[in-house]
């Protein structure tokens, strides 16, 4: 993994260095003190993931990692970093792996930036794996895990965490972004909520639960995710697309 690490502080900047560089898995660590250097080394150079303080003269972190995923890499991860909690709100926007006010945890540091490598290699895997249309492949504590598509009732979204819902009612759990698993499921797979991604063929029936809302019943299972009425029509014609 590829780190980019930007603090306009020195004595901050150092102190990230030293943490950073006792993980085994980061290949390579660029440091900078400001975010035009951030946006000119990731403009260049290949970066998985960014750490960088928010309020820094010119140009902000925020701003900064606005102009190179929208350029230059979209796929970067981030982590931020600053002694002001009002910028929360601005920053997620980017959809960061975790918003980290200082002084820095070093333990909170290095557990998002676990999560981070555990995203960044499961999207990575996905790519690469020429099984991805029949089984679901991610990573979680270093470990590549597998699992059979038709083993799988839904994905749900708890926070940082995906819980992956299995056909015997049990559930694993990582570490990815949402919107980054939806992109990379096959076509029976279908988001039938903000915090659904349900399997098309393991469905049973739907049944009224709120004015905007149902619930999904699935296959020989308990369990049920939601189904917001807003997107019936396009579940409809999915599901019946998927039984063909």
């Known amino acids: 993994m590829i780190l980019l690490v930007c603090d306009d502080n020195k004595k901050e900047l150092e102190k990230i260095k030293n943490i950073v560089n ?6 390579h660590i660029y440091a900078c003190k400001n975010g035009q250097e951030m946006i000119d080394i990731a403009k260049n150079n290949p970066v998985d993931l960014i750490i960088t ?3 820094m003269p010119s140009v902000n972190g925020i701003d900064a990692v606005g102009k190179i995923k929208e350029n230059y890499r979209q796929n970067v991860r981030v982590i931020f970093m600053t002694g002001f909690p009002e910028y929360s709100i601005k920053s997620h926007d980017y959809r960061p792996v975790d918003f980290i006010v200082k002084p820095i945890d070093t333990n909170r540091l290095l557990d998002s930036i676990s999560i981070a490598y555990d995203m960044i290699e499961s999207y990575r ?3 690469q794996a020429r099984v991805c249309d029949t089984i679901f492949i991610y990573k979680f504590r270093k470990s590549t895990h597998m699992i059979d598509y038709d083993n799988i009732l839904f994905f749900e ?3 940082r965490n995906i819980n992956i819902i299995l056909d015997d009612d049990s559930s694993l759990s990582y570490y990815e972004d949402f919107t980054k698993l939806q992109e990379r499921l096959p076509l029976l797979f279908f988001k039938s909520s903000s915090k659904h991604i ?3 063929k393991k469905v ?4 009224p639960l709120s004015r905007t809302t149902m619930n999904i019943s699935f296959k020989n299972s308990n369990l049920k995710a939601v ?7 396009d579940f409809l014609y ?4 998927a039984k063909y």
Do not use: F, Q
């Open 22 to 27: 006792e993980i085994n898995y980061i290949d």
């Open 53 to 55: 303080d928010i309020d």
């Open 125 to 127: 895997l996905s790519n």
């Open 157 to 159: 979204k708890n926070g």
């Open 198 to 200: 349900i399997n098309l």
């Open 204 to 207: 049973y029936k739907i049944s």
């Open 227 to 233: 189904l917001n009425k807003s997107v019936e029509g």
């Open 238 to 241: 999915r599901y019946h697309r």
